[in-house]
């Protein structure tokens, strides 16, 4: 049996803390992804007005990595629609996150930064969300901080050059460290 939840885990009541992406109908309109908290004032904060190209681009990995792990919690799975889309409020940092990394990416980046965003683990996105949003958390703030942090440790894809392999060691049998001889 499943436990009834709201699009991506979000509490039916809507009571609790939670966060609302916000899809217009007019594709020319910026989605808006908005931390709730709930009864507690302030009641909610925008923290990103992301343009409709990004967004495509984020939204189906996003929802692929939500219903895996809603899956796993036995929670109803969701799917994003126009109108207002309701997440659990780890799931909303999460996706906070790849969306702050997006935001300026060009289009030749943005499956990078989803790459690497899904190689990152859900308490690492937890953490980068908290060092962001204490520091540059509000739509305004695109240009500053973590925030530009996570464009750039994200988005870069520079292809490594391969390193050559280390050397083989000798098997000691025995520590040589001792078994100098002494100084003169």
């Keep these: ?22 899809i217009p109908s007019q594709r020319s309109q910026a989605i808006a992804i908005v931390e709730v908290y709930g009864t507690i004032p302030p009641e909610e904060e925008p923290r990103i007005f992301i343009e409709r190209r990004v967004w495509v681009a984020i939204a189906d990995i996003a929802q692929k990595e939500f219903n895996a792990r809603l899956r796993a919690a036995k929670l109803r799975q969701g799917r994003w ?13 999460e996706l906070c996150v790849l969306a702050w990394a997006a935001e300026q990416a060009s289009d030749p980046q943005i499956p990078t930064i989803c ?33 530009r942090a996570l464009y750039f440790a994200l988005s870069d894809a520079s292809p490594t050059t391969p390193r050559s392999p280390r050397p083989v060691e000798p098997q000691f049998t025995e ?10």
């Design 175 to 184: 520590l040589p460290l001792f078994s100098l001889p002494p100084r003169e």
């Design 1 to 22: 049996m499943t436990k009834p939840a709201s699009n991506f885990g979000a509490p039916m009541s809507l009571e609790g803390d939670h966060f609302r992406v916000e």
């Design 81 to 93: 629609h126009t109108g207002m889309n309701y997440l659990d409020r780890l799931l909303g940092r």
């Design 115 to 147: 790459r690497k965003w899904l190689a990152l683990r859900p308490e690492e996105r937890w953490w980068l969300f908290l060092k962001t949003v204490a520091e540059a958390g509000f739509p305004e703030d695109r240009d500053r901080g973590w925030r």
